[in-house]
């Protein structure tokens, strides 16, 4: 089935850095969203992006929607402890109900 | 509102039996997804539904199969459990975005 690539697929930095992480497909889509889920939870909605080229912010979150509508990027800034969990890209094919999730990117914050 | 709720939380099977996932939104959103979710992998869409009375199938429907006979309820029913089912499986729905529940965990030996 189709899927979407999502890097990297683990991170671990140190409280207070900066981290970025994307996604691509060969699929286009008309909405990007950006989910994080914590052990044991469902995945809970960070941002939603609607238009091609749109930057939204979230508190320390931010997010585009790439120009070529197949693929996404977000960014979290001055990472603290409770950042830690999995953040899944999601992006809902064009003309369709449907949405494709990412991997999902495994985040570790080291105090 | 209490939002997306699933029952049960936890759910053993044995092979071959067959059992119900529920799902229920008070948000009064047409469109509702259930999804599983297998260890370290992101979510696979099982089946859709645009509104009551419509459904239709996601990325790997088989072995499985929903109703949606309101609004509100979206039930997930698997037949012939096997052990490939085991996984967990979120329910979700929408309007301009999508808000998930907190998964059923299932097992089947």
């Known amino acids: 089935g189709q899927q979407l690539n999502q890097s990297p697929q683990s991170m671990f930095i140190q409280e207070g850095e900066d981290v970025s992480m994307n996604c691509t497909s060969s699929?286009?889509?008309?909405?990007w969203l950006w989910y994080k889920q914590d052990p044991g939870e469902g995945p809970v909605l960070l941002i939603a992006l609607y238009k091609a080229g749109e930057l939204t912010s979230n508190g320390r979150l931010t997010a585009q929607f790439g120009i070529t509508r197949k693929d996404s990027f977000l960014n979290i800034s001055a990472s603290i402890p409770s950042d830690v969990g999995i953040y899944f890209c999601a992006g809902q094919l064009t003309g369709t109900y449907k949405y494709i999730f990412g991997t999902g990117t495994r985040l570790k914050v080291l105090a | 509102n209490a939002g997306v709720t699933q029952t049960p939380k936890f759910r053993i099977l044995k092979i071959g039996q067959s059992m119900t996932l529920q799902c229920t939104q008070d948000m009064n959103h047409n469109y509702m997804y259930w999804y599983r979710q297998d260890p370290g992998m992101g979510l696979k869409l099982i089946y859709y539904?645009?509104?009551?009375?419509?459904?239709d199938k996601g990325e790997v429907p088989n072995g499985y199969n929903v109703s949606r006979s309101t609004t509100e309820d979206f039930p997930l029913r698997l037949e012939l459990a096997a052990p490939s089912q085991t996984s967990v499986y979120f329910c979700?729905?929408?309007?301009?975005?999508?808000?998930f529940g907190p998964g059923t965990r299932l097992t089947v030996l």
């Open positions: 539904s645009v509104g009551a009375g419509i459904t």
């Open positions: 699929s286009i889509f008309n909405t």
């Open positions: 979700a729905s929408r309007d301009n975005e999508q808000f």
